[in-house]
C-alpha cells in the first residue's frame, strides 16, 4: 500500500475530488494547511501598508490506496491541480505498513 500525500491551491480541491472519484478512490482526507516553497510568499497591501505574507494557504489531500493504483492516483492528482504556474504543490508518495479498519478489525487493503 501507498499513501499519497498532495499539498495543492485550495481553489482546486473540488477538481481533484471529482477527478479521483471518476476512477473509483471512496475515501480521502483533507487539511487545510499553510506553507511555502521557492515562491517564498508574497507581499500585499493593507491600509496603505505593505506587508509580506511568508505562509500562503494550501490544501493536503491525504490517501491510501493499493500500490497497483498509486501511479493512477498520481497522475489524476497531477492532472487535475496543474494550473502551470508557480505554487501549484507537491505529491508526495509513502509506503504504507498495514491498515486497521476500527469498527470491523480488517487489516491490510481490505481495511481501506
Known amino acids: 500500500?501507498?499513501?499519497?500525500?498532495?499539498?495543492i491551491?485550495?481553489?482546486k480541491l473540488d477538481e481533484v475530488k471529482n477527478a479521483l472519484a471518476e476512477i473509483g478512490i471512496q475515501g480521502l482526507t483533507i487539511s487545510e494547511?499553510?506553507?511555502?516553497?521557492?515562491?517564498k510568499g508574497h507581499t500585499e497591501l493593507y491600509r496603505g501598508a505593505e506587508?509580506?505574507?511568508?505562509?500562503l494557504p494550501?490544501?493536503?489531500v491525504e490517501i491510501v490506496v493499493g500500490d497497483g493504483k498509486s501511479a493512477q492516483v498520481v497522475e489524476t492528482i497531477q492532472a487535475a491541480a496543474k494550473t502551470g504556474r508557480i505554487g501549484d504543490g507537491k505529491i508526495f508518495i509513502i509506503p504504507c505498513e498495514d491498515a486497521v479498519?476500527?469498527?470491523?478489525g480488517e487489516r491490510g487493503e481490505e481495511a481501506i
Open 58 to 60: 494550501k490544501v493536503k
Open 51 to 55: 506587508y509580506t505574507i511568508d505562509f
Open 9 to 11: 491551491k485550495p481553489f
Open 33 to 39: 494547511v499553510k506553507g511555502f516553497g521557492r515562491q
Open 1 to 7: 500500500m501507498k499513501k499519497i500525500e498532495a499539498i
Open 101 to 104: 479498519r476500527i469498527r470491523t
